[in-house]
Nanobody, 121 residues
């Protein structure tokens, strides 16, 4: 089992930045590829970004490329999502997840409870 707890969400104006964190406990964090997903009201949960267990590869959905950066610190059992130049359409609950590098949410075995990000125009 891996327990995941997100933090760092909030209300921010468009154009500004937020940094999300995900603290992991339980099984060895560094064994897992990790991802960030988001879900807006009425929408399905969608892939945002992923990173390999070593951090040597990252992947992003097209809508956040060049604005968001996923990273991890295995010594701190932590995953991060730096979100820059935020847009109102980035408003969603953001989830971290463990278990895959691919964008298919069905491949991720462990999920956090989510943190709300609201971007005002």
């Amino acid at each position: 089992q891996v327990q995941l707890v997100e933090s760092g969400g909030g209300l921010v104006q468009a154009g500004n930045s937020l940094r999300l964190s995900c603290a992991a406990s339980g099984r060895t964090f560094s064994n897992y590829n990790m991802g960030w997903f988001r879900q807006a009201p009425g929408n399905e949960r969608e892939f945002v970004a992923s990173i390999t267990w070593s951090g040597d590869r990252t992947s992003y959905v097209d809508s956040v490329k060049g604005r968001f950066i996923i990273s991890r610190d295995n010594a701190k059992n932590s995953l991060y999502l730096q979100m820059n130049r935020l847009k109102p359409e980035d408003t969603a609950v953001y989830y971290c997840a463990a278990g895959s590098y691919r964008p298919d949410k069905r491949l991720y075995a462990y999920w956090g409870q989510g943190t709300q990000v609201t971007v005002s125009s």
